[in-house]
Nanobody, 123 residues
Framework: QVYVAESGGGLVQAWGSLRLSCAASEENFSFYGIGWFRQAPGKEREFVSAISGSGETKRYSDSAKGRFTISRDNDKNTVFLQMDSLKPTDTAIYYC????????????????WGQGTQVTVSS
């Protein structure tokens, strides 16, 4: 069982920045790919970004590309999502998840999920 927990959400104005963190309990953290997903009210959960266990492979959704940066510190069992130039359309609950695949964009390939952190971007 791997426990992951998100933090760093909050309220920010448009064009502002937030840095989300995903902390994991697993000692073999580098074995896991980590994905970020988000879910806005009334919408399905969607892929945002993912990173392989080594950190060498990174993937972004079209909406995140150029504005968000994913990174990881395996010594601290933590993955970060730096979000810049935020838009009101980025408002959602953001979830991180751990899975065996490397930097997958597919929701069903992730096994362990956090509870989510709310990101609200005001116009």
């Amino acid at each position: 069982q791997v426990y992951v927990a998100e933090s760093g959400g909050g309220l920010v104005q448009a064009w502002g920045s937030l840095r989300l963190s995903c902390a994991a309990s697993e000692e073999n953290f580098s074995f896991y790919g980590i994905g970020w997903f988000r879910q806005a009210p009334g919408k399905e959960r969607e892929f945002v970004s993912a990173i392989s266990g080594s950190g060498e492979t990174k993937r972004y959704s079209d909406s995140a590309k150029g504005r968000f940066t994913i990174s990881r510190d395996n010594d601290k069992n933590t993955v970060f999502l730096q979000m810049d130039s935020l838009k009101p359309t980025d408002t959602a609950i953001y979830y991180c998840a751990a899975g065996w695949n490397t930097a997958s964009a597919t929701l069903s390939e992730y096994v362990y999920w956090g509870q989510g952190t709310q990101v609200t971007v005001s116009s």
